[in-house]
Each structure stands twice: as C-alpha cells, then as structure tokens.
C-alpha cells in the first residue's frame, strides 16, 4: 500500500547522524515540501564512526552533529535535538525512555519515524547496529505508553510536559513492511543529504539508493520508494 498523505508533524528518533538520511530522508524531504513540521531526535553522538587513528570522540561529536544539522536543512527539517548519549554502549534504561518521553511530549509529534527494533538482520547482508535496535525499544516503550499516560513520570508534568498521544509508528529497516512511500520526487534529495554526511560517505558513493530504492517499491506503482511496517494507533487518512 502507499501511503500518500503527509502528517502535519513528525518525530524522526535515530540512533546515529546519518541513520535518518538511509532509513527516511526521501519520505522527509517530501512530507516537509507538504508543510509537515519535521523534527530529528538523534539519541547518540555518533562518537565512534571513524577509522581515522588521528580522529577523537570529541572532534567527531562535533563534525557529525554538523554533518546532521546540514542534511536535515537540505531536506527541511526545521528541529534538532542532539540528546548526547555515547555511540555503541546505548542500553534500553528508565532513563532513556523517560528522555524519549519528554522529546515526544515536547513536540507533539502525529507520527513517528524510528527502527523496528526485531530486525536483528537487515537482508543477508547487515547485522543491525545494537544502538538501533535500542533506540528503536526505548522509542516505541516512550511512545506507548510513557508518552501518553499522565501517571508515567510525573516528574515530567512539573516541567510543563503534558501527555500526548502518536496517531501513528512507522518503523524503518524492518522485514515486514506494510506501507511504501513514492520517492521518485525526492530520491535526489536523498542523495544530497547523504553526501552531507562525508565522515561517514565516501564522495559520490550512494549508487547504491537508486537500487535499494527501486526494490523497496517493487508492485507498489511507482519506480522509488521507501518501505515501513506502519503502526495505527489513531485514525489516519491513506489512500491506497
């Protein structure tokens, strides 16, 4: 099925910078240019993504959240929200999930972009990042119920973070998808974004989003796409 309205906001929670420009940047780019308020929430400083001897944790925090904030201007992303936990050691704590809580509660967000937190395995080709699968955990717990129910870290009231309900998940890298989204507008936007990311990307090196794009759209009607396995939790308008 495709999904083709856009959400008047959205919440994109990932582990690292870059992990959005792979899973969603093209389902971004388009629901911005529809007015969406989108927001990234990178839960991880990215501190570890380097092969460089020369290179410290410090110095990378800092290129990489740069290499974030430009992608996302690309796209339209219009909030950033750096939470600063060290990459690779993420572990799914009360802590973490009553941070992710409080970015929901924050910006109220009708959707919600993450991991799908079961994908062990991306294809026979990827062993998931541990932080994705933990970002993911924590996010969907922050959701439902954290997020929702005023009893759940009343701390949280105290400092002006009223409940709110997601209307709707969508879990990326996920082996049972449900719902694609038509890139073909925006696949190049894409590719811009993941370029804005030269710590992690070599130069030119995304030929790759052409085919991963094509498959991911395969009998859906159009010839790119990005696939999810969608959660309902509310009444969403789809058009299929």
């Not at 999904?3 to 093209?26: K, R, T, Y």
Request: with cysteine.
């Amino acid at each position: 099925m495709l999904l083709q309205n856009a959400p008047a906001s959205a919440l994109v929670i990932v582990a690292h910078p870059d992990d959005a420009e792979f899973m969603c940047a093209g389902t971004i780019a388009r629901w911005a240019a529809a007015g969406s308020q989108v927001t990234y929430c990178v839960v991880t400083k990215g501190d570890k993504g380097s092969d460089d001897p020369a290179m410290t944790p410090g110095q990378l925090t800092v290129i990489r959240e740069a290499e974030q904030r430009a992608a996302g201007a690309i796209l339209g992303v219009r909030d950033f929200v750096f939470m600063g936990y060290p990459d690779g050691y993420l572990q799914h704590t009360l802590e973490l999930r009553k941070d992710l809580t409080r970015v929901i509660r924050q910006y109220r967000p009708e959707a919600v972009i993450t991991f799908d937190p079961t994908a062990r395995f991306v294809g026979d080709f990827y062993l998931n990042h541990p932080d994705h699968r933990t970002t993911g955990d924590a996010a969907l717990d922050a959701i439902f119920p954290s997020a929702r129910d005023r009893l759940t870290f009343p701390e949280l009231l105290i400092d002006g973070y009223e409940p709110h309900k997601v209307k709707q998940i969508l879990l990326g890298f996920s082996d049972r998808m449900n719902i694609r989204i038509d890139i073909g507008e925006t696949l190049e936007l894409k590719k811009r974004a993941l370029l804005a990311h030269p710590s992690q990307i070599a130069a030119g090196d995304v030929t790759f989003i052409e085919q991963w794009s094509r498959e991911a759209a395969a009998g859906e009607g159009c010839e790119f796409a990005e696939a999810f396995f969608r959660i309902r939790m509310d009444d969403f308008p789809v058009e299929g």
